[in-house]
């Protein structure tokens, strides 16, 4: 794997049943590359966690996903209300997710403090009324 | 602790996955929430909850988890059978309540890992 491998998903807001699904190809495409494990996971928990607030939340948007040998780099950005308070979002159990999300088992206001925890790298920048925009990264070390 | 070994404890049955019943199982996790679940759970888990929908077995497709034992004596449907199956997770069904199950896997040796802050 010396080329850069760029994935690239449209989410659609609302669809429960196949959210996650882009999560799962990049986690399926890691691990046939021989990504190590620990990456891998990494990857796939903030991944996900970032598809799933992107199912919740927002109307629609893309996430690309671009793997070189140094770094896996994930950008998710969408169309939506946006973020208010970032801070406050960031916080640990802080949830808008109305109940019949969390009928599903989210909403419990641990997806942004997740993703911040498994990713190396975290980044959100948000405009209200326009909408939110997630880059994260996850280092490959050297062996 | 190995899967055969949880559904024999817990008098549950095979859903899908008999064939991985020898896989080892280190640590366990009782949950509904999924976030939680994201948020705490350690790899090579089972994963005791009472949520029956497709994003269970995603999460557990993202965490690793060797087996997802539902209590309560929830049934999943088709899809999510089918989904376990492509991602070789073995699931089980027990007629044990959340509390009930844990204990029993908890008295057999089973952890969930440290307190949280």
Known sequence: ?143 | MTVKEIREALGAKFICGEEFQDREVHSACGADMMSDVLAFMKEKSVLLTGLCNPQVIRTAEMMDVVCIVFVRGKMPDETMIEMAKEREIVLLSTGHRMFTACGILYEKGLRGGAPCQ
């Open chain 1, 1 to 143: 794997m010396n080329e850069k491998i760029v994935l690239r998903y449209e989410v659609d807001p609302n669809d429960f049943t196949r959210a996650g699904e882009a999560s799962s190809n990049v986690k399926r495409r890691l691990k046939l590359l021989g990504v190590d494990p620990d990456i891998v996971r990494k990857v796939a928990i903030s991944l996900y966690e970032g598809e799933i607030n992107m199912v919740i939340h927002s109307y629609g948007g893309i996430i690309e996903v671009i793997i070189s040998p140094e770094e896996i780099e994930m950008i998710l950005t969408d169309k939506g209300p946006g973020i208010e308070d970032i801070e406050l979002a960031m916080q640990a159990g802080y949830s808008t997710a109305p109940d019949n999300i969390r009928n599903l088992g989210f909403g419990a206001g641990m997806g942004l403090p997740n993703m911040k925890k498994y990713s190396d790298e975290f980044n959100i920048e948000s405009t209200v009324g326009v909408g939110t925009t997630v880059k994260m990264k996850v280092f490959i070390p050297k062996e």
